[in-house]
């Protein structure tokens, strides 16, 4: 399974934009990039997928490099609700059934 | 929609001892993942489940580990007998084919001492 590396944590201020990166170099052309966030004592959460193009949604945007080897996940105004363990997921595309590996993932902080 | 449903929340039991989770999915999906969380190893998968049929228990420990969904709105995972290892947060997630967004629930809290 192709493997990804985050920063083990990252420090933001309250109504800050926050960058959390993804390294993702033996990505595969099949590979979708999936972002899960686990807020303090819950379950994980979805939170964006890609394949190719930036996305945006209501809670984040990602944007990927052009060559797939990294992307960032953008928090355009961090909150206290945003601290939380994010994690970089690689996903093979296609098929009904699914399987998410979790990497160790990164400890956001937000200051108030 | 209330979300995937487990029970109970925290479960406290001796070493040796039966113990069965319960998962109930969000109606209308059709794929049930058991997942186990630990400091030492973070979340990993235990089994996942589509269209009430087991596709992949690889990530199942051993044999003291079984699940089984006898329907499509229910889903057990038992340990049979306890040890103090298996103490850790077990969580079921479902999700509906042509979806690649994963709903988890709040999680069992276990502790076998």
């Known amino acids: 399974d192709a493997k990804t590396t985050q920063p083990n944590s990252m420090e933001s201020n309250e109504e800050e934009p926050v960058h959390l990166p993804c390294n993702h170099s033996?990505?595969?052309?099949?590979?979708?990039i999936h972002w899960y966030r686990q807020l303090p004592s819950q379950g994980p959460e979805y939170v964006i997928h890609?394949?190719?193009s930036n996305v945006n949604n209501r809670m984040a945007s990602l944007a990927i490099a052009e060559d797939r080897k990294s992307s960032t996940l953008i928090l355009h105004r961090a909150t206290l609700r945003d601290a939380a363990v994010y994690y970089c997921?690689?996903?093979?595309?296609?098929?009904?059934?699914?399987?998410?590996?979790f990497g160790k993932g990164t400890l956001l902080t937000v200051n108030p | 929609d209330a979300g995937v449903i487990q029970s109970p929340r925290h479960e406290v039991t001796e070493m040796g001892q039966e113990v069965t989770l319960r998962c109930k999915p969000i109606?209308?999906?059709?794929?049930l993942f058991w997942y186990r969380q630990t400091m030492m190893r973070g979340l990993e998968l235990l089994i996942y489940f589509n269209n009430n049929v087991p596709i992949d228990d690889s990530g199942m420990p051993e044999d003291r580990f079984s699940a089984k969904m006898p329907n499509a709105s229910f889903s057990t995972l038992k340990i049979q007998p306890s040890e103090p290892r298996d103490s850790a947060v077990y969580f079921c997630?479902?999700?509906?084919?042509?979806?690649?967004?994963?709903?988890f629930g709040p999680g069992t809290r276990l502790t076998v001492t």
């Open positions: 033996t990505i595969s052309g099949t590979d979708y």
């Open positions: 890609g394949l190719t």
């Open positions: 109606s209308g999906h059709n794929s």
């Open positions: 997630a479902s999700t509906k084919t042509g979806s690649y967004e994963q709903y």
């Open positions: 997921i690689l996903v093979v595309s296609g098929g009904s059934n699914y399987k998410l590996t």
